[in-house]
């Protein structure tokens, strides 16, 4: 199959067909994730928990972020790599948006960036599109705002509807290819797909949106702990994996591995 574009991504969206999108770090779990298929791939500040153990992703450099993107960069040879702009990466204006932005695409090799916040972000967007720095916008939930919003909560409810589709229109109007709509009630979700000429990719926003894009070690199972209610788990490689290292301890204690077949003869 060809590789995927952002203007491939627009096509979908005027097709009508739905598409998917996951979260990696690494290159091995990219090239697996494109080779399945996957047409968009997300190096995601998401990474601060899920790669780095964090308890947020507040703490995510810029280095972090482009040493994780290189990886998955070089796992991947179809799909659309987007790397998230860590928090305080670009909150200083398009100045700041531009020179980070900029690095992830030279240094990081991705292909397009993703960046937090409506209308008031909307000038560092049309900076970064002007320079040739494919963004992708994230509304509703939007995790470097926990401590401003309150925590991990349901966004976009009551008169809050008005304002996330006019930041969301914003974004589209600043040149952003696709928005990101995280934690939503699901006729939010399909009422910013119908509005926005523009792919809108739900997280938690329901079936309504363009596309959907979860962390792939939520939607894999390797994550411990609690997963949000968006997440349906495919797989259980924390199990899988659990399995496969206990059962490699006990074949080293007991001796019955390295076997004569892994041992090389003089
Ligand atoms: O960092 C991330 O993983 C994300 C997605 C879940 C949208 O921003
Ligand atoms: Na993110």
Redesign the pocket.
């Known amino acids: 199959p060809r590789v995927v574009r952002t203007r491939t991504l627009q096509g979908w969206k005027d097709e009508g067909r739905r598409w998917a999108m996951l ?1 990696a770090y690494d290159a091995l779990t990219a090239a697996v994730l494109d080779d399945a298929g996957v047409p968009v791939l ?1 190096v ?4 601060g928990t ?1 790669v780095l153990g964090q308890t947020s ?1 507040l703490a995510v450099t810029v280095e972090e972020m482009l040493v994780l993107t290189r990886a998955v960069v070089r796992g991947t040879s179809r799909a659309l790599v987007v790397a ?1 702009l860590p928090f305080g990466s670009y909150q200083e204006g398009p100045a700041q948006a531009l020179g980070t932005g900029v690095r992830m695409l030279k240094e990081g090799g991705a292909a397009a960036v ?1 960046l ?1 916040g409506g209308a008031a972000v909307a000038p560092s967007v049309r900076a970064l599109v002007d320079a040739g720095v494919p963004v992708m916008g ?1 509304v509703g939930f939007t ?1 470097q705002s926990e401590h401003a919003l309150g925590g991990y909560r349901v966004q976009g409810r009551g008169e809050d509807v008005e304002r996330l589709v006019r930041d969301a229109r914003a974004l589209q109007d600043a040149g952003a290819f696709a928005v ?1 709509v ?1 934690m939503v009630p699901a006729d939010v979700g399909a009422r910013l797909a119908h509005e926005l000429v523009v792919p809108v ?1 739900g ?1 938690g926003a329901g079936p309504g949106t363009d596309a959907q ?3 792939w070690t939520d939607m894999a199972g390797l994550g411990g702990g609690r997963t949000p209610r968006f997440v349906k788990q495919y797989a259980d490689l924390r199990g899988a994996l659990s399995a496969a290292a206990q059962a490699y301890v006990h074949d080293v204690e007991s001796g019955a591995f390295p076997a004569a077949e892994h041992s090389f003869e003089g």
């Open positions: 979260t997300l995601g500040d998401s990474a899920t992703t998230d993703k937090e994230h995790p990101v995280e990719v997280i894009v979860l962390v």
